[in-house]
């Protein structure tokens, strides 16, 4: 649920980056923290701590386009991508406006994100919503390694609910893929809150 | 009937099984060199991301007279009793269309009205400047960063009872106010930033607190702030954190400041009050666990376990472990330790130079219970507290303890494993074997690192632990700064004892290292 504030003229959306552990989200995170201007972006909070990579959540506030005369600002968030860090998850997904799951491409971490992807769906549900009704995009990472599985694989175990949404290809550390997963998840939560197109953007 | 080559699974099965070696029972399948598993079994486990069969299903494969046990053994020592076959291979074997999808793609041309919000930023060619690799801005994001700035102990000046219950503290994680303040990104107060993070704790999956604090633990407390009021300690000027890529031109090894100059009896009046101090750091989670200060000889423990745990055994296994922390043979001083044992596991961190009297905080919990949060909070312990991790000039040295550990050839895959190690960087493979005990030290440690101080250093502390009621050792995770050192037992079997020891420079990916060592430790194992 997106936040207004009136007097600042200024919209706040939340996107959370839901997955595995080790799939990629960080590596999301911290490319647009990379490449975005300083005009643009705040500091990038990272919680990781531990040996046991232990990633409470990482925090990265972007602002974008105006619509409306509204500034539109989107709050990044990851998750821990750990089993037994679910109530952490839960936490960071309060209030969500959007999701982008980032899936490991590899053979042998697809039990993994479908899990994940569950995971995801239940934790939702706890609020009161699903992925039947929130924006989401899916990411298929790490694309540059060798035992991966072809998209039409993972398109079967990841997105086929009735609803299927837009897939990105991406190698996140090199870049590739993270701006058009990033861009497209804004746009639908934008679409979903400026209902008729976005007339008023500039 | 989708075909399996067996040398992709033949590592699965007990070889001690068959009469023939694995690579000439293969070459005798119905089907040589390929196992055959009907492609009906496989449909549904596919859309799970799996592909696993039962022993029952593939022996007849097999010629009976290579078998030489029975099929419900095979099965009971398989992995999970069923043999994991690639998936890579299975999938190809499919048609085209197996996994096309019905449903269409979502519509999303409400979109296009809409420019993309973000465009990453080219610089020009005069400002451009050498892109630091992402785990180069990874290592500059850790939570350690961040606790330069002192943390605020708000905690010391409520009364125990105001506790607040994790239901009240969790909206914290909603919405972070900083964007909703800051009216620009480029100069958010510094003020603000460190509030969001001095919340963040709310959302670990720790035990939350209930209101109630021993008496004693309160009774300190007060004492703590009369002592603070009557000592009139300046807060340490808080440390603007900047953003990693501002980071980058200044390691942080140059940024730290020197240690302050204080009196003895500011440091007596000092470790006096850290029991208090502690407890206040650790009230999040008091529920279950209590702070207490012990002495053994001239060390100081402040030792907290769970309940499951008795006090003084907690107290004993992390003075058998405290010169471990202070040991010369270590690379840097030890900044923390997180031992697990097979009857529970403890952070062990020092709050300062141990022999020179600091305390060393025990925390210790039972076996599987997650201990992020309170690595985290002891090493704020530390940086609170204003001691520094000098090293000391009085450090513990341990006796190599002779020759007994002598050097042997590095089997071919021992030297692949050494190869496959990213998370850790480059490291060198090296092979030590007890004389006495056959114990053997698989060592990965960065180059210009000697294995063999290291490797009697691990192997003391897997004395320690045989020794201590955290049960034998399971992994050793020593914190060195930005650096770290892994010991691992690893499960070699029928009596073996062998130690994984990785590391000892900086570890860039946490995740992949947990998954490298995993798989080392597995593959050591299994030979």
């Not at chain 2, 890579?88 to 197996?98: F, H, S, T």
């Not at chain 2, 409520?158 to 239901?167: D, I, L, N």
């Not at chain 2, 919405?175 to 620009?184: D, G, H, K, Q, Y």
């Not at chain 2, 633990?217 to 002592?227: F, K, L, N, S, W």
Request: hydrophobic share 45%; charged share 25%.
């Amino acid at each position: 649920m997106s936040i207004i504030n009136h007097a600042e003229k200024v919209i706040n959306f939340k996107v959370v980056y839901y997955g595995p552990g080790v799939a990629g989200k960080t590596a999301n995170l911290q490319y647009v923290h990379k490449s975005l201007p300083h005009t643009n972006k705040g500091n990038m909070v990272s919680l990781a701590t531990g040996d046991d990579r232990t990633i409470f959540f990482d925090f990265l506030p972007v602002s974008a386009l105006a619509v409306r005369g509204f500034e539109t600002r989107f709050q990044l968030y990851t998750v821990p991508g750990q089993v037994h860090y679910d109530m952490t998850r839960r936490l960071v997904l309060r209030g969500v406006d959007a999701v982008v799951f980032v899936a490991d491409s590899q053979y042998e971490r697809l039990p993994e994100n479908v899990e994940s992807l569950k995971n995801l769906d239940e934790n939702l549900q706890r609020y009161q919503s699903s992925l039947d009704e929130i924006p989401y995009v899916i990411q298929y990472n790490k694309r540059d390694l060798l035992n991966i599985a072809p998209i039409d694989y993972l398109e079967y175990l990841l997105n086929r609910r009735a609803r299927r949404v837009p897939f990105f290809e991406a190698v996140a550390v090199e870049g590739k893929g993270v701006f058009d997963t990033l861009n497209t998840v804004s746009r639908m939560v934008l679409a979903g809150e400026f209902g008729d197109g976005g007339k008023g953007a500039r | 009937m989708v075909r399996i080559s067996f040398e992709r699974i033949a590592g699965q099965l007990p070889a001690d099984a068959f009469r023939l070696p694995l690579d000439r029972l293969g070459a005798n399948l119905l089907e040589p060199g390929h196992l055959l598993v009907p492609r009906r079994l496989l449909g549904p486990q596919l859309a799970e991301g799996r592909a696993r069969v039962q022993w029952s299903v593939v022996a007849e494969q097999f010629p009976r007279q290579a078998v030489a046990v029975s099929d419900a053994d095979i099965a009971a020592r398989l992995p999970e009793g069923v043999l994991t076959l690639p998936l890579d291979e299975v999938i190809r074997q499919l048609p085209g269309d197996a996994f096309a999808l019905s449903s269409p793609i979502v519509d999303v041309r409400g979109i296009e009205d809409f420019p993309p919000p973000f465009q990453p930023h080219v610089p020009p060619p005069s400002e451009e400047r050498p892109a630091a690799p992402v785990a180069e801005v990874a290592r500059s994001l850790t939570i350690e960063r961040f606790d330069v700035t002192r943390a605020p102990e708000p905690e010391l000046e409520e009364p125990a009872v105001s506790v607040e219950p994790a239901v009240e503290r969790e909206p914290v994680l909603e919405r972070t106010p900083l964007v909703e303040r800051a009216p620009s990104f480029e100069h958010a107060p510094v003020v603000e930033r460190e509030a969001a993070l001095e919340r963040e704790p709310a959302a670990e999956p720790e035990p939350e607190p209930e209101p109630v604090m021993s008496d004693t633990i309160v009774a300190a407390e007060r004492e703590v702030v009369v002592e603070n009021d009557v000592e009139g300690e300046p807060e340490p000027e808080r440390v603007r954190f900047a953003a990693a890529t501002e980071r980058e031109a200044v390691p942080v090894a140059e940024q730290e400041p020197e240690p302050p100059r204080v009196s003895a009896p500011f440091i007596e009046r000092r470790r006096r009050a850290e029991p208090s101090r502690v407890a206040a750091l650790l009230k999040p989670i008091l529920n279950a666990l209590e702070v207490q200060e012990r002495r053994v000889g001239r060390l100081t423990v402040l030792s907290v376990a769970s309940p499951e745990l008795a006090a003084d055994a907690v107290v004993e296994s992390a003075a058998m472990l405290a010169p471990l922390l202070d040991d010369r043979r270590l690379p840097a001083p030890a900044s923390q330790a997180t031992v697990r044992g097979a009857q529970g596991a403890i952070v062990l961190t020092p709050l300062g130079v141990l022999a020179e009297s600091a305390p060393l905080l025990a925390v210790a919990v039972a076996p599987g219970a997650p201990l992020a949060y309170l690595e985290r909070v002891a090493l704020r312990a530390v940086e609170a507290g204003a001691l520094n991790g000098r090293r000391s000039n009085s450090m513990n040295g341990y006796g190599d303890g002779g020759d007994d550990l002598r050097d042997t050839t590095v089997p071919s895959h021992v030297r692949t494993l050494g190869e496959s190690f990213r998370a850790f960087g480059k490291v060198v493979p090296t092979v030590l074997q007890d004389r006495s005990s056959s114990l053997i030290c698989y060592m990965f440690l960065a180059p210009g690192l000697a294995a063999r101080p290291l490797a009697h250093y691990a192997r003391a502390l897997r004395e320690a632990m045989r020794g201590s009621a955290l049960g034998p050792l399971e992994s050793f995770i020593l914190r060195m700064g930005e650096d770290r050192l892994v010991v691992r037992e690893v499960d070699a079997g029928r009596g073996a004892a062998a130690l994984l020891v990785a590391g000892g420079g900086p570890v860039d990916r946490l995740g992949l290292a947990r998954l490298e060592l995993e798989r080392a430790v597995t593959r050591l194992g299994a030979r």
